[in-house]
């Protein structure tokens, strides 16, 4: 936990979430082709914020990095600390495509997370999704305010070309 003047600063991290009723408390975290939901229930003053890295579980059961389970374990966490279900509204962030070339594990997540708001009924009320920049996000769970910083855009990976050979000698580069 980080401090900063006149606020409390959790940063969650893959596979984590973190759950607030403190009005100054801010959630952070950083993401490429992960995906973090913030949801929150506005008339009883209480969010929270997940981070999970795939779409699909994989063997062994339910495990907070995936998408399903990370959102179950957020909305649920929520309602035991007083959040009544009907009231929840969801923003969701995201899911880049950091690597061209390579599967887009980014757009699966995000269409993971909206599956799952759709499929429980949860409205999601703003998202800023997929495109080719991780993000920054600061989320304050008591007023629903969300702060997005774009961090980069992703570049195509260098091919590296082998260097000439001179005689027997080999460059090294």
Same mark, same amino acid.
């Given at each position: ?32 082709? /992960? ?44 309602m035991r600390r007083g959040a009544v279900r ?43 999704? /997929? ?14 305010? $969300? ?8 570049? $195509? ?17």
């Amino acid at each position: 936990m980080i401090r900063e003047p006149g606020s409390t600063v959790i940063h969650v991290v893959q596979g984590e979430h973190a759950i607030s009723d403190v009005p100054d408390v801010v959630l952070t975290t950083v993401l490429g082709s /992960c995906v973090s939901a913030c949801i929150m229930d506005p008339e009883r003053r209480i969010g929270g914020l997940n981070h999970f890295l795939l779409p699909d579980a994989g063997p062994g059961g339910p495990d907070i990095r995936y998408a399903a389970a990370a959102m179950e374990v957020l909305v649920n966490g929520l309602m035991r600390r007083g959040a009544v279900r009907s009231h929840l509204r969801a923003k969701l962030f995201g899911g880049a495509r950091m690597m061209a070339g390579l599967p887009d594990i980014g757009q699966r997540n995000a269409d993971a997370a909206r599956r799952f708001l759709q499929d429980e009924g949860i409205p999601l009320i703003a998202s800023d999704l /997929c495109g080719s920049q991780a993000r920054r996000i600061r989320f304050w769970p008591t007023i629903g305010r $969300v702060q997005l910083h774009l961090l980069g855009e992703a570049r $195509v990976p260098v091919r590296e070309q082998p260097m000439p050979q001179r005689g027997g000698d080999v460059e090294l580069f």
